[in-house]
């Protein structure tokens, strides 16, 4: 058998966002926020850590998720007098995309610095794909909203599209599939949430964790800025931890800060780098 010789990749082509908590609705707010009335709707009371600790997932398996933490069934068969099943499910699905097409034209702001970051990586040359844990019936309410603030990707790849969902990489090879890229080793994943950080290296990605507009940290925009700078390390310290163990090479507060770290990734590249074997490494 011939052998091949791959050559050295030396630029980044293509980054792939995620969209809450990553370019827009600075803090993950409004899945969160839906998750919670849909619940509440059902009369169980869930916590906004119970309701995030999914986060990334696809939004039907969200809620089999939190239905899947012990304190929710038990809340949930104290109320109904029976565990929840698939029909639950359901229900609550159908009640959450009710909720959410409405909370993300609410929370649909983009974070600031995104479109700065989006158009230094136009100006190299870097393509835009994106993926999302919201179904496509969501998407058709946000992307345009995106666009009237000046955010339009190349591609958008949403969990409606693939077999499988984070933190399987099916999204973000999609994306490089639709985008042309030429090698995964030039490309990058930005996401605010553990599991899509699994999927970017999982996809044999770069992968770069958002700290404070994510989900880890979870507080508006408002909220972050009255925090004082002793309280930001705190979560920051948080945030980062679970972000660099699900595989995150680098973690950076927003999107914001994105532009530099793009830098450091081509270095290592012409360095001979790979991101499958690159350990994490401060901006």
């Known amino acids: 058998m011939k052998s091949v010789t791959y050559k050295n990749v030396s630029a980044v082509e293509a980054v792939i966002f995620d969209w809450a908590g990553t370019v827009l609705d600075f803090g993950c707010i409004a899945p969160v926020a839906a998750f919670r009335e849909a619940f509440a709707n059902a009369g169980v009371s869930i916590t906004e850590a119970e309701a995030r600790g999914p986060m990334g997932a696809a939004k039907r398996v969200h809620i089999e998720q939190i239905l899947a933490q012990p304190d929710v069934q038990g809340r949930w ?7 929840s099943g698939h029909a639950d499910v359901d229900a609550l699905y159908a009640d959450f995309l009710a909720i959410d097409a409405v909370n993300c034209a609410r929370y649909s702001d983009l974070i600031p610095g995104a479109l700065a970051c989006i158009t230094g990586l136009r100006q190299r040359g870097i393509a835009i794909g994106s ?4 179904p ?3 998407m058709d309410g946000l992307i345009p909203l995106a666009a009237a603030q000046g955010y339009e990707p190349d591609c958008c790849i949403t969990v409606s599209e693939v077999e499988r969902g984070r933190p399987f990489p099916d999204m973000i090879w999609a994306n490089a599939l639709a985008l042309g890229v030429a090698d995964v080793r030039g490309a990058v994943v930005v996401d605010d949430s553990p599991t899509g950080l699994t999927a970017g290296r999982a996809a044999g990605m770069w992968s770069i964790g958002i700290v404070a507009s994510g989900n880890e940290v979870g507080l508006s925009l408002a909220r972050w800025e009255a ?3 002793g309280e930001r390390a705190q979560y920051r310290q948080k ?3 679970a972000l660099l163990a699900s595989g995150a090479h680098y973690v950076i507060d927003t999107v914001a800060d994105l532009l530099p770290v793009i830098d450091r990734i081509e270095a290592r590249l012409i360095a001979g780098e790979a991101p499958g ?3 994490g490494e401060a901006p």
């Open 131 to 134: 993926t999302t844990g919201y």
């Open 227 to 229: 925090l004082d700078e």
């Open 277 to 279: 074997s690159a350990p």
């Open 77 to 83: 068969q104290k109320t109904h007098g029976k565990p």
């Open 136 to 138: 496509r019936s969501i």
């Open 239 to 241: 945030a980062s931890a």
